[in-house]
């Protein structure tokens, strides 16, 4: 079955950085657009960035353009979420997502913790 597990959250001061994995399996990981997606406390779900199958082409949210990089190693079945700059607004569960047919995100993972505190 489809699984993917986040990691690499954790605790770092503003302007610190953190680079979150999502390991994929149960599925072909190297023909499918994925997702990172966000849920700071209290409020809804934010899109963060999107990333094609083979990694050429990546789309950004505002918020975190420049600051954030996603790429995936598709031999390693695995996504990744440099964060940089990190900003208390920041603080968030990150998911990553797999793209469905109609660009719906179809899987989600269960999400890693940043917490950015000084």
């Known amino acids: 079955q489809v699984q993917l597990v986040e990691s690499g959250g954790g605790l770092v001061q503003p302007g610190g950085s953190l680079r979150l994995s999502c390991a994929a399996s149960?599925?072909?990981?190297?023909?499918?657009?994925m997702y990172w997606v966000r849920q700071a406390p209290g409020k809804g779900l934010e899109w963060v960035s999107t990333?094609?199958?083979?990694?050429?082409?990546?789309h950004y949210a505002d918020s975190v353009k420049g600051r954030f990089t996603t790429s995936r190693d598709n031999a390693k079945n695995t996504l990744y979420l440099q964060v940089n700059s990190l900003k208390p607004e920041d603080m968030a569960l990150y998911y990553c997502?797999?793209?469905?047919?109609?660009?719906?995100?179809?899987?989600w993972g269960q999400g890693t913790q940043v917490t950015v505190s000084s």
């Open positions: 149960g599925f072909p990981f190297s023909i499918y657009w």
């Open positions: 997502a797999r793209v469905g047919s109609y660009m719906e995100a179809d899987y």
């Open positions: 990333i094609s199958h083979s990694g050429d082409s990546t």
